[in-house]
Every structure is written in structure tokens, then in C-alpha cells.
Nanobody
Framework: QVQVVESGGGLVQAGGSLRLSCAAS????????MGWYRQDPGKQRELVAS???????NYADSVKGRFTISRDNAKNTVYLQMNGLKPEETAVYYC??????????????WGQGTQVTVSS
């Protein structure tokens, strides 16, 4: 079993900052890509940022220059530093991890999500 748990969401004013954390645990051999997605009710889940085990990052155009993704491979943890938040970025933010399990199988695991609310 593998668990993915996010933390760090909350309420912030427009222009403010939040830092999200996501830790994976369980029967993990290694993790390739870890990423952050967000979803507003009635909309599709969209990629915010992702990072490989080697540190290669990918960002949605809308967050480039404001958000920074990083990870600690030893802790199987990924972070998302969000600066300059906008009200339209209010959403549930989900973490995922592409895990190579100890049984040799690869699977994408998702966390339960953390709410980020940006007030205007």
C-alpha cells in the first residue's frame, strides 16, 4: 500500500503566498514524477507543476515565475511554493506520485486534496 498526503492549504489574500507539502509513504521502491494539479468544481483537473526524480520541472504557463516546485527524494516529499496568488486560483490542489512499488509494479497515486482559497 502507498499513501499520498497533502498539507498546507488554507485561506490567503490575493497576492499572498502559501506552501503546500505532499508526502508519499508505504511500499515504495522509487518515485519518478511527482506533481501538483488543481481542480475547481465544474472544471477539469489541470496540471500546475511537476518534477522528476532528477529535478526536471514543468509548469503551467499561468504559474511560471510565481510558483516553485521542489522535492526531497530521501523523504518522498514534494513541495509547491505559491507566490502572488490570484482569486481565480482558488481550487482543491491535488498531489500525485508515479511510484515504482516494492512488488515491481508502477502506479500513479493521488492524495485526497487540500483546499486553497484566495480572497480578493
Amino acid at each position: 500500500q502507498v499513501q499520498v498526503v497533502e498539507s498546507g492549504g488554507g485561506l490567503v489574500q490575493a497576492g499572498g503566498s502559501l506552501r503546500l507539502s505532499c508526502a508519499a509513504s508505504g511500499s515504495i521502491y522509487s518515485i519518478n514524477v511527482m506533481g501538483w494539479y488543481r481542480q475547481d468544481p465544474g472544471k477539469q483537473r489541470e496540471l500546475v507543476a511537476s518534477i522528476t526524480s532528477g529535478g526536471t520541472t514543468n509548469y503551467a504557463d499561468s504559474v511560471k515565475g510565481r510558483f516553485t516546485i521542489s522535492r526531497d527524494n530521501a523523504k518522498n516529499t514534494v513541495y509547491l511554493q505559491m507566490n502572488g496568488l490570484k482569486p481565480e486560483e482558488t481550487a482543491v490542489y491535488y498531489c500525485n506520485a508515479d511510484v515504482l512499488r516494492l512488488d515491481g509494479r508502477t502506479y500513479r497515486y493521488w492524495g485526497q486534496g487540500t483546499q486553497v482559497t484566495v480572497s480578493s
